[in-house]
């Protein structure tokens, strides 16, 4: 049986499921809509039908780099990571791919909600979640280079540290992995602990 809070969340959901359809369905064209109505799929564990809908705004505007970017997201949590990094490769050679330590002013002005830099994307948030998709893939190499790149910027530290060091131990490098899952672990990362754990594991059983 549901709770009280589920309730309401499904009823809320539902509120604006219905105004995201009547929107699209007056546009459908509408990105807001489309975004909106595909992060809540997404939220809610219904990753094909999230991808359905950015497709829509792709089939328009095939360069979005924010869609591109939720695509591969939604890719990765299907565990389709061949699908996932291509969408994040085509979402770093957009021109909304901005540079990670750029800045830009943000002029919100009455009226104008629906801008094309809303769809912009720093490229360290981009490389962060394909370096993991390329950890699943088994491409080490690559993910090192992506996790690396983001890390000068990205703000989840602790698991970029622990992606990096688990590439490294899959590469058979004990030094580099003990460096970055050493630190991992200080945040509290129970994956990196774990990993550092076989290392030392290893380590004696070779003596």
Same mark, same amino acid.
């Given at each position: 049986m549901a709770t009280k809070d589920q309730s309401?969340?499904?009823?809320?959901?539902?509120?604006?499921?219905?105004?995201?359809?009547?929107?699209?369905e007056k546009n459908p064209k509408f990105r807001p809509a489309l975004l909106n109505r595909g992060a809540d799929k997404s939220e809610i564990g219904d990753y094909k039908g999230?991808?359905?809908?950015?497709? $829509?705004? *792709?089939? %328009?505007?095939?360069?979005?780099?924010?869609?591109?970017m939720n695509i591969g997201n939604n890719y990765k949590r299907l565990k389709q990571y061949e $699908?996932? *990094?291509? %969408?994040?490769?085509k979402a770093l050679n957009?021109?909304?791919?901005?540079?990670?330590d750029s800045t830009y002013l943000i002029i919100n002005l009455p009226n104008e909600w629906n801008k094309d830099s809303d769809y912009y994307v720093r490229k360290?948030?981009?490389q962060y979640e394909r370096g993991i998709s390329y950890v699943y893939s088994k491409k080490y190499n690559l993910a090192i280079t992506d996790l690396i790149e983001a890390m000068k910027y990205v703000e989840d530290?602790?698991?970029?540290?622990?992606?990096t060091g688990e590439a490294y131990y899959h590469l058979n490098d004990t030094i580099n992995a003990r460096k970055?899952?050493?630190?991992?672990?200080?945040?509290?990362?129970?994956?990196?602990?774990?990993?550092?754990?076989?290392?030392?594991?290893?380590?004696?059983?070779c003596y």
């Amino acid at each position: 049986m549901a709770t009280k809070d589920q309730s309401v969340a499904r009823t809320l959901l539902e509120y604006r499921y219905n105004h995201l359809d009547k929107a699209i369905e007056k546009n459908p064209k509408f990105r807001p809509a489309l975004l909106n109505r595909g992060a809540d799929k997404s939220e809610i564990g219904d990753y094909k039908g999230a991808i359905e809908d950015y497709q $829509k705004i *792709i089939a %328009f505007e095939p360069n979005n780099t924010l869609v591109l970017m939720n695509i591969g997201n939604n890719y990765k949590r299907l565990k389709q990571y061949e $699908k996932s *990094i291509d %969408f994040y490769t085509k979402a770093l050679n957009t021109k909304g791919a901005i540079k990670s330590d750029s800045t830009y002013l943000i002029i919100n002005l009455p009226n104008e909600w629906n801008k094309d830099s809303d769809y912009y994307v720093r490229k360290y948030e981009i490389q962060y979640e394909r370096g993991i998709s390329y950890v699943y893939s088994k491409k080490y190499n690559l993910a090192i280079t992506d996790l690396i790149e983001a890390m000068k910027y990205v703000e989840d530290l602790p698991n970029a540290m622990s992606w990096t060091g688990e590439a490294y131990y899959h590469l058979n490098d004990t030094i580099n992995a003990r460096k970055y899952l050493t630190e991992a672990s200080k945040y509290g990362m129970l994956d990196a602990k774990e990993l550092l754990d076989k290392i030392e594991t290893k380590k004696w059983v070779c003596y």
